[in-house]
């Protein structure tokens, strides 16, 4: 019977990170699947009966980018709020707010997102003072860039009924609401979006991946979003893979269903439990063991205690629940760590094939690199954030000084102890190829990886951390065709070029979800 395909592309340079054959130049689809890799020569018979087939005229090719940490629901919800990324100054702020006040009724919420302080004269968080001058009959609620502070008016404030002794909301001198709130989950229900807008925001968010190069993704999507997520993955909407991760509350419930992470279909899995020990180096909530230098009566917040978190894994642990475990300070990394050792010796033995992931992990010393290596866990990290914040005179060292910012996000250490690394973006911004660009100009020479490893992290390693490295991750015949058309070749350009190089073309499945030429 002679073989046919539905995609064919050859005349390329294909990365596929596969150790038994790491370079191509040629791929057929079939199914969805990858049929074949090799040489031009091996796909000439394919050619004439495919349904579609590209030359690539040389181009790079790796396999689909995973974001192995995302908000992307809620950032595709956030395409119809208010973007606060360029405001450069608090004035700013006001005037882009005060810009688009007319195309709001009067009463009607104003959402913002995005701001951050840190690249500001001023260096202070927006209050309610500031907001009230834009509107006292809209109310008005904006995120800082972290998603852990939300800055809101007095309107905002009576209308979400925040309560003057209510824990996360600052004070100033005379002990009036600020209109800063920090790390306030009920607040974030109450200010949800109806459900037509959260479906609107799932395409949206499916788009800004697929244009960034992703082709699969792990979402922290909050309380009764994974619903709207399904009934789209039904209608075949999705065109990057969803692994959702499910709030902590939630675990009780799987457990007494029995569901398990990873459960779902190919567009669709159901990932690991989330929870909080700490917050954010920007909204300073993040748990450290010595004060904030710019603020030297904090050492963050720790939000559950080494014994709370401790019981929460065994549960999870001995349901065969993978747990997702947000840690950023040194402190916050401690306690995690702790919880897990903890654990009795049957226990502990289960960790490795279950995979628990510990997220960000962005102060974590060599010596708790070892024992989470000892342990089995998963590093799941960030090295968008290192381009962002940890650079010379950023905001992690106007935080921490530059001795401890120099000790930060120390990819290098963690590889050469044989620590499992994945990466995300945590959105911050959403690219992969600006994540490669940070990991592989590190500011400390010492932690960088090279470009092969970072894009290892990107792809094969958070295939690992959502346990589907059997399905994605390398371009290996019988693996899903996702992969990336990149406009350079980016194990040759210099690395601090990485994250100029443009996405040309994302494929999903042989499926072209998205290309710049239709731009
Ligand atoms: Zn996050």
Redesign the pocket.
């Known amino acids: 019977m002679k073989l046919q395909a539905d995609l064919v592309i050859f005349n390329g340079n294909l990365i596929t990170m596969d150790p038994e054959n790491p370079t191509a130049t040629a791929l057929a689809v079939k199914n969805f699947k990858v049929l074949v890799v090799g040489g031009d020569e091996q796909v000439v018979d394919l050619v004439g009966s495919a349904r579609r087939v590209i030359d690539l005229g040389g181009k790079t090719v790796v396999p689909g980018f995973i974001d192995a ?3 992307i629901t809620a950032e595709g919800i956030r395409a119809s709020h208010v973007d606060l990324q360029p405001t450069r100054s608090v004035e700013d702020v006001k005037q882009t707010l005060r810009k688009v006040l007319p195309s709001y009724t009067t009463g009607q919420w104003i959402r913002g997102y995005g701001y951050d302080e840190s690249f500001w004269p001023e260096k202070r968080y927006v209050t309610a003072r500031d907001l009230d001058d834009v509107s006292t009959e809209n109310p008005i609620a904006i995120d800082r860039v972290d ?1 852990h502070l939300t800055s809101v008016n007095t309107l905002a404030l009576k209308r979400l009924g925040v309560r003057l002794d209510q824990a996360g909301m600052l004070k100033d001198r005379k002990g009036r609401p600020t209109g800063v709130l920090r790390d306030i989950e009920d607040l974030y229900k109450k200010v949800r979006p109806p459900d037509d807008e959260i479906r609107q925001g799932i395409l949206a968010g499916q788009e800004i991946a697929n244009r960034a190069g992703i082709t699969s993704l792990v979402d ?1 999507a909050s309380m009764g979003v994974f619903r709207l997520i399904r009934e789209a993955e039904t209608q075949e909407l999705l065109s990057a893979r969803l692994i959702v991760n499910q709030p902590a509350e939630t675990l009780k419930h799987m457990m007494e269903i029995g569901l398990t992470s990873s459960l779902g279909s190919p567009m669709l899995k159901i990932g690991g439990v989330k929870s909080f020990v700490d917050g954010s180096i920007g909204a300073r909530t993040a748990a450290l063991s010595m004060p904030y230098v710019d603020d030297k009566k904090n050492k963050g917040n720790l939000f559950l205690s080494e014994k709370t978190l401790t019981a929460f894994i065994k549960k999870a642990v001995r349901s065969g629940i993978q747990t997702v475990t ?1 840690a950023i300070g040194d402190a916050a990394i401690e306690t995690l760590i702790s919880a897990f050792e903890n654990l009795s010796d049957d226990e502990k033995a289960t960790l490795r094939s279950q995979r628990h992931r510990i ?2 992990a962005e102060m974590i010393s060599e010596s708790q690199i070892r024992r989470v290596v000892s342990l089995g866990l998963i590093l799941s990290m960030q090295p968008n954030f290192v381009g962002v914040w940890q650079q010379s005179g950023g905001l992690y060292e106007q935080r921490l000084g530059a001795e401890r910012v120099a000790e930060m996000n120390m990819f290098r250490v963690a590889l050469d102890n044989g620590a499992r690394l994945c990466f995300g973006s ?2 911050m911004p959403y690219g992969p190829l600006y994540g490669i660009w940070s990991a592989t100009t590190h500011p400390n020479p010492k932690v960088r990886l090279t470009v092969e490893e970072a894009i290892r992290c990107y792809t094969m390693e958070s295939a690992y951390s959502v346990f589907m490295e059997k399905n994605i991750g390398s371009l290996v015949v019988g693996k899903r065709a996702d992969f990336v058309v990149l406009s350079e070749d980016i194990m040759k350009v210099p690395a601090r070029t990485i994250r100029d190089i443009n996405v040309e073309m994302t494929v999903v499945g042989g499926l072209v979800e998205y290309s710049s030429a239709n731009r």
């Open positions: 940490h995302t908000h998603g922290n947000h997220e960000h945590d959105g």
